[in-house]
């Protein structure tokens, strides 16, 4: 239902502070981005090589009103002239997401808005409708990122069924591990991925988990993460001489083949009218090519859409994005809601 | 929480439960308000109890004060857990001790003195610090005489307490040892009577203690270095 031209915009202020990152924006009919303000924590953990979840608390905290602030002012609204205040409930760490949560209920008590939960995992999907992409259902999306690693489809708007999910490490967590195993930096994604470029795909074999029938469409990255690991330290016990470029690139490929592999199974299983990348490692440019080339492949008229690198990444506009279709159902959260650490998607 | 107005005390609830903070806090505050027939609008401003304590915990109350504060666009005052236990006791010249579980074998601590009448204030002795309660209790020795001690920590230290200090350890009935909020906001009231406009902003946790993962890192660091 798109509203008639003349009637005012439904504005959503959405808060996320689930991970690393501090973030308010305010979206216009799920739709149009007014503002979208994130302060990235990524330094502040850098020295530790993971997210800290007491440091990322504190910093949280410090923040979130400041940047509640600035979202406003840069979408030239006051907070009356809100419809409704939308947060990240989880899944995340917990500590964490208390912050946005706390905040955003007692920000709607006193301003007199209703108050949405979102689903993090299922947010990261609607990122896509914020690009203009053309969305059509049936659709599968893909989304993962340093903390989930999910399949989901959505038989019609507003609908969202989980088809599958990481069992153990998430693909971004797989990522940041392997890096720190090989000595990059953190955040571990965007290192491989540029090393993996010059180094051959198919020099190591190492193991694509692609589970049993019954499970066909969950994943499981530990298995692959130890092997490289060990296949490390083989190689520097032997003294052997290692491309590091050929180890990122073949680890790259076995992670993203499987990825790549399912979703392409999921969107032909279900009929997909369009196929949605989203969360961190959609910025990862194997998966994007990879991706594209096999969907062109197996369902031609398929056509794949994923958000610009900013709206990959944690952030607020695709919570109130996600808010939207909620706020139009009067799915309002009660004051009680609470900050769930394994929240799981299409619940 | 508790809902002050000058001087009267218009209502407050106190829980004492294992239930999560995050669940509770917004309600109660909302069955408070309907209660006392006080609308949010009317609200002049919030002050909200900073630590020390668990962390999560203190950060929920400061979350949700900053919030509030923001969205009503009024004042919030910050005041000491420790400062607003120890204002429970009121006898001029008194030695007051308030003590929290701070766990790792460690107490967050403090030591004041009631001046007497016509101030009244509390005197800062011993600034709120996370230490052993060995360390504490020699530092308490040194003042030869009684010493008030309040606070939830007593439920596990009462016994060392009475034991390292005898006759000079006074502890009082378990009510009156809870961290109670119509304190917290008297408390506050007086810090925005010298500060009107004290903003949520500068509104943060008193954690008095770094997050372990920065602890051992600088202990990595130091052993570290020459
Ligand atoms: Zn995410």
């Known amino acids: ?347 | 929480m508790a809902l002050l107005s000058a001087d009267t005390l218009l209502a407050e609830y106190t829980l004492n439960i294992r239930k999560t903070h995050s669940e509770r806090l917004l309600p109660l505050i909302d069955a408070l308000l309907r209660e006392s027939a006080v609308e949010r609008e009317q609200l002049e401003a919030v002050a909200v109890a900073v630590g020390p304590g668990s962390f999560t915990g203190i950060r929920i109350g400061v979350a949700t004060a900053r919030a509030l504060a923001q969205g009503l666009a009024i004042p919030a005052a910050g005041v000491s857990t420790l400062k607003a236990l120890a204002e429970a006791v009121p006898t001029p010249g008194a030695l007051i001790c308030p003590l929290l579980d701070a766990r790792r074998n460690e107490v967050y601590g403090a030591l004041y003195r009631r001046q007497s009448a016509p101030s009244l204030r509390l005197e800062e002795l011993i600034a709120p610090a996370a230490t052993a309660l060995d360390n504490l209790i020699g530092q308490l020795h040194r003042y030869q005489e009684p010493i008030i001690f309040t606070g939830e920590g007593l439920a596990a230290y009462g016994p060392p307490l009475t034991a390292a200090l005898g006759s000079q350890a006074v502890l009082p009935p378990a009510p009156l040892r809870l961290c109670r909020a119509s304190w917290v906001a008297l408390c506050g009231r007086r810090l925005l009577e010298r500060n009107p406009a004290a903003s949520y902003e500068e509104l943060l946790p008193q954690y008095l203690r770094r997050p372990e993962a920065e602890r051992r890192l600088a202990e990595r660091q130091k052993e570290g270095s020459p």
């Open chain 1, 1 to 347: 239902m798109i509203p008639p031209p003349d009637a005012s915009p439904c504005y959503i202020l959405g808060l996320e502070s689930s991970c690393d990152e501090t973030a308010a924006a305010v979206v216009a009919d799920g739709r149009r981005i007014m503002s979208n303000i994130i302060s990235s924590q990524i330094e502040l953990h850098a020295r530790y090589g993971g997210v800290v979840p007491e440091i990322a608390s504190r910093r949280h905290l410090e923040q979130i009103n400041l940047i509640i602030g600035e979202a406003l002012s840069e979408a030239g609204l006051t907070l009356k002239e809100l419809h409704a205040i939308a947060v990240s409930s989880g899944p995340g760490l917990v500590g964490a997401l208390l912050i946005g949560v706390s905040t955003a209920k007692a920000l709607a008590y006193a301003a007199r808005l209703p108050l949405i939960a979102v689903n993090h995992v299922e947010a990261h999907l609607y990122a896509n409708h914020l690009t203009g992409a053309g969305i059509r259902y049936p659709l599968i999306a893909l989304i993962a990122s340093g903390g989930h690693t999910a399949l989901l489809l959505m038989p019609e708007p507003e609908q969202i069924v989980s088809l599958g999910q990481t069992r153990d490490d998430a693909a971004g967590e797989t990522f940041d591990k392997v890096a720190r195993a090989m000595g990059l930096g953190y955040p571990g994604g965007p290192q491989i991925d540029r090393l993996a470029s010059s180094g051959r795909p198919d020099a190591v074999d190492f193991p694509r988990a692609y589970l049993d029938e019954k499970a066909r469409f969950d994943f499981s990255f530990s298995g692959l993460k130890s092997a490289v690991i060990n296949h490390l330290h083989h190689l520097r016990q032997k003294k052997e001489e290692l491309s590091l470029a050929d180890l990122a690139a073949s680890f790259q490929e076995a992670l993203v083949r499987v990825l790549v592999d399912k979703t392409v199974a999921a969107a032909k299983e279900h009929h997909a009218a369009c196929v949605l990348l989203a969360g961190g490692v959609a910025a990862n440019s194997r998966l994007r090519t990879l991706l594209r080339s096999e969907l062109a492949q197996a369902l031609p008229a398929v056509p794949l859409y994923f958000p610009p690198p900013l709206l990959c990444t944690d952030n607020a506009a695709m919570i109130a994005a996600a808010a939207f279709p909620r706020y139009r159902c009067g799915l309002y959260a009660p004051l009680d809601l609470n900050a769930s650490a394994s929240l799981t998607p299409g619940c």
